[in-house]
């Protein structure tokens, strides 16, 4: 199909349909438009069913779900949510009247024939309650360390770093060079322009003291500069800013004078932008920077485009050898906004330190853990030499759930242990299943976990001893990298914190997604979550979903939503799950001013992104009849029956039970995989190459690709019938061995891959011999030429393209696109195998009128309309090159289903279309 460009004018073009030959056309299969025209029970949206402030009764609960049973929603998801702007009424959460409550609320359920989902805490986030105990918690490792000199002996009291603490070992280790250099030993004369009093607070040591910046200082394009200077020349090699209490970031410059002037060391980031806990449980961990060696007498820090009451607490220049941004390679400090990007936690590599004795020798660690007593005495020998004593051990992040009332609130639970899991089931949940016998909780179907908002935890119970299972080596002797310390060198410390942060996240996966999953099964119950977090999630998207029976997203009626649908679609797609939800029309603010025309258009984008199935947000639980609008926050759009439009909304849920049953059925189409790298954690993925329009995609992780992955005739197939023909895979120096092994097979057997060869492992798993399979295998598969910017190379069966667009690639490979319009339209494909399910919306507030072009062969389409459940057959269509194209008009805002049954084309008779052309 040939369409013109560039014109704003309208332009006569001429489709001639050839007659074709064949059998005459049939509708599709009856079973599929019986569902279409009358859709059954899992196309119902669900909703949030928020409870609010405690305010709740009996008879507003039997009205609520009775509205629900009207309108044709199917499950509502019973949410205590806390909010301070409204005013709290007097059914206490987790009082004996509350659970009463629960318990109406899941038999009236029943008796009108709507499902229940139960958030899994009180709170939308996450796992909490008052019955968690610190050491079930989320937990993290400090330590506190004193330095003695041998030969000596010694016994006395290691402090405790912090409290609540749970010993995990004592090391002791040879202090290496420098390491107790501080700036405050060179007698630093500090000034600042604009001039500030309290300088001499800078470097005081003194984490309680600050110096606050002047109004404006630093703001925009202005400078507020610290200078630092001494009497004589000293080394450094770091800078570590350590922040008061206030939230605040600026751009950083670090300078040093010489004969010519002030010369740039490096420029950088500081970002303390969010103090909150759940985005890390060292709010105040300083930002660090590490160089190469230099020796000089005045420094000078510059301060740009500062946002917030920026106040320092202390700002160390030191000759000791520290690890570059150790506090959030450690997890300590997570990125500080709702989306973080696909390489937010990914660093480049530090320079080699300048003297081997600037690190920590792993070998010569010293592990004294057997010698410390109960009430924290330790009594050792001490060798020759100095000597850094550690006491490690984990303390509660702080974190709790929330927003809950304060009844209700307490310490999140760990989330790499499933027996701390176990207990927090069995505190919250486990009170229905005591209270309620099955025969009465019927309603009762799904737990709810919704977006992760609880931060970071880099420890539990046995987390050393299934560190050394999974990695081969014993982690202990590396924990001084969490002081910023260099242990082994720059390289190898990185590689330790790599191995780390996955373990992290696969643990979190399997233990609380994986151990919440089997438990609601112990039941009779599914955990229903969304796969991703906005503040401090740890793990890795996919794989968290994977653990899940069902996947949600979420699309905000301004903004929010194109990484949080992807992240549930792509997840459900290789994991071979055909229902995946989204939170949908969350709105901020909220103010009675949206309707369900206003929402059609924004629905339609979240069915072409996957989603097949909606949970509207927000449905809020409305105790009393005479008052109204009644019970209101500032978030969701108003799914509730005291809304004027809420009765007259049925047209509309049909529609959405129409798009979500053909939606469900088979499997959806994407041409591309993008991989997403093994590091973690992981909240998004990347497309690079770009993906050319017309296709779709999904983002994939190494699990899937380690696991279930193979070819069969030039495609990449997963069992349950999802594939891809080309994997991308993104622009990264490293990868596993045994994961480059696999893609190496998946070559030789037909696949076709994009990308550039790894050069390293970013693990300390077998290594230096990792990297040096890495090597061979990249050597391999991309041959001698790799080093060329573009190029391409067969292997086996398949072969490995880089430096090139993917339209480039699938024109090497014959495959058009799955879908072509004359004018911009949203479509999605399923596919079952007998029949080719295509979505197509008008994302236009105006009538469009179209030829679109489908990748089908010799299949009769018939066109579906959602709107009505009005089945028809186009008039013309034509079949050529592998593609069936047909006219198409559709209304502002306007959809259709296109379906291609297993049938031959029938005869089409000549026909002609006016196109206007944009």
């Known amino acids: 199909m040939n369409t013109t460009s560039n014109c704003r004018l309208l332009a006569t073009i001429t489709l001639l349909f050839f007659v074709l030959t064949g059998t005459a056309p049939i ?16 196309s119902k949206p669900w909703c949030y069913w928020y409870w609010i402030s405690d305010n709740i009764s009996k008879e507003g609960i039997t009205r609520d779900l009775e509205a629900m049973a009207r309108i044709g929603i199917g499950e509502a998801f019973i949410g205590n949510i806390f909010q301070e702007a409204v005013p709290a009424g007097d059914v206490k959460v987790l009082s004996n009247r509350w659970w009463e409550m629960v318990e109406h609320a899941i038999r009236e359920a029943d008796r009108v024939g709507v499902n229940i989902g139960m958030f899994n805490c009180p709170g939308w986030s996450q796992s909490g309650g008052p019955w968690i105990k610190p050491e079930d918690a989320m937990r993290y490792l400090a330590s506190s360390e004193v330095k003695v000199r041998g030969p000596s002996h010694f016994s006395q009291m290691l402090p405790v770093p912090q409290s609540p603490f749970q010993d995990v070992a ?6 290496p060079k420098d390491d107790g250099d501080s700036l405050i030993r060179h007698a630093p004369k500090v000034t600042c322009v604009p001039a500030v009093d309290n300088v001499a607070s800078l470097v005081d040591e003194k984490p309680e003291t600050a110096m606050a910046f002047p109004a404006g200082a630093g703001g925009g394009e202005s400078r507020f500069t610290i200078d630092i200077q001494t009497e004589k020349p000293f080394t450094v090699r770091h800078l570590s800013l350590t922040p008061f209490i206030s939230p605040w970031a600026a751009q950083c410059e670090l300078l040093v004078s010489t004969s010519k002037g002030f010369k740039a060391i490096r420029s950088f980031r500081f970002d303390r932008s969010n103090m909150k806990k759940h985005v890390g449980p060292m709010p105040r961990g300083p930002v660090t920077i590490s160089f190469p060696a230099i020796s000089a007498k005045h420094f000078r820090l510059v301060f740009t485009k500062v946002v917030g009451a920026a106040a320092l607490a202390e700002i160390e220049l030191s000759g000791a050898s520290r690890l570059e941004s150790y506090v959030e390679k450690q997890l300590g400090k997570m990125h500080p906004t709702p989306t973080p990007q696909w390489d937010t936690y990914l660093w480049p590599a530090q320079q080699k330190a300048d003297s081997p004795l600037l690190a920590v020798a792993p070998g010569k660690s010293i592990n004294l853990t057997k010698f410390l007593k109960a009430d924290g005495t330790l009594t050792w020998d001490v060798p020759p030499g100095d000597w850094i004593v550690q006491r490690i051990g984990m303390t509660t992040t702080g974190t709790r759930n929330a927003p809950a009332a304060p009844e209700g609130e307490g310490l999140e639970v760990d989330k790499m242990n499933r027996a701390a899991t176990k207990r927090h089931f069995d505190a919250f949940l486990g ?4 209270r309620m016998p099955a025969s009465e909780r019927r309603a009762l179907k799904h737990v709810v976990a919704d977006s992760y908002e609880m931060g970071s935890q880099n420890w539990t119970d046995g987390f050393a001893e299934k560190f050394r299972t999974r990695y081969g080596y014993d982690p202990i002797p590396w924990l001084p990298v969490l002081t910023g310390r260099i242990v082994g060198n720059a390289n190898e410390s990185d ?14 996966a399997t233990d609380y997604v994986g151990g919440l999953r089997d438990l609601c099964h112990t039941h009779g119950l599914r955990l229903w979550l969304e796969n991703y977090g906005h503040w401090g999630f740890p793990a890795e998207f996919l794989q968290y979903g994977g653990q899940s029976d069902f996947i949600g997203g979420e699309f905000w009626t301004h903004g929010l939503g194109e990484t949080e649908c992807r992240a549930a679609t792509s997840a459900a797609n290789i994991y071979g799950k055909s229902f995946v939800s989204a939170e949908a029309f969350t709105a901020s603010p909220s103010h009675f001013n949206t309707t369900p025309a206003d929402l059609k258009g924004l629905g339609d984008w979240c069915f072409s992104q ?19 609008p009644g019970v209101n926050t500032w978030f969701g759009t108003e799914f509730n029956h005291h809304n004027t439009w809420f009765e007259e909304s049925k047209a509309w849920i049909e529609y959405i039970r129409r798009c979500s049953f053909l939606l469900q059925q088979g499997t959806r189409v994407a041409d591309v995989a993008y991989f997403i790298g093994e590091d973690a954690p992981k909240m998004a993925g990347v497309r690079d190459p770009a993906l050319p329009p017309g296709r779709d995609y999904d983002y994939i992780n190494a699990e899937v690709i380690l696991k279930s992955l193979s070819v069969k005739s030039g495609r990449l197939v997963l069992p349950h019938g999802t594939n891809y023909r080309v994997l991308v895979l993104p622009k990264m120096e490293t990868m596993r061995p045994e994961l480059l092994k696999k893609i190496s097979e998946l070559i030789e057997a037909g696949a076709t891959v994009v990308g550039h ?13 990792c990297d040096e399979i890495v090597q061979q295998l990249a050597l391999h598969i991309w041959g001698e030429d790799s080093k060329q910017p573009s190029g391409e190379r067969r292997l086996g069966k398949g072969r490995i393209i ?5 339209d480039a690639v699938f024109a090497e490979l014959d495959l058009r696109p799955d879908f072509e319009s004359s004018v911009p339209l949203r479509y999605t494909h399923r596919s079952t195998g007998k029949q080719e399910i295509y979505f197509v919306a008008n994302s236009q507030k105006k009538e469009v009128t179209t030829v679109v072009t489908f990748r089908v062969n010799g299949r009769s389409p018939q066109l579906l309309w959602p709107d009505t459940g009005a089945v028809e057959r186009p008039a013309v269509y034509d079949q050529k090159n592998g593609t069936i194209s047909l006219p198409i008009t559709l209304g502002p805002h306007g959809s259709v289903f296109v379906i291609f049954e297993d049938e031959p084309c029938g005869p089409r008779v000549i026909g002609k279309l006016i196109v206007p052309c944009f």
């Open 27 to 42: 509708f599709a299969e009856e079973k599929l438009i019986d569902g279409f025209r009358n859709p059954p029970a899992a």
């Open 170 to 175: 004592v090391l002791a280790y040879p202090a």
């Open 431 to 434: 009170e229905i299943l005591r």
């Open 495 to 508: 590689r330790f914190l790599w191995d780390l942060r996955r373990l992290v996240a696969d643990r979190i």
């Open 610 to 628: 996957g989603i097949n199935h909606f949970v509207l947000h927000v449905f809020i639980h409305q105790p009393w009849e005479d008052r109204k």
């Open 757 to 769: 060869p790894p050069k390293r492992s970013p693990s300390m798993e077998n290594y230096p011999k």
């Open 802 to 806: 880089w430096g090139k667009k993917l």
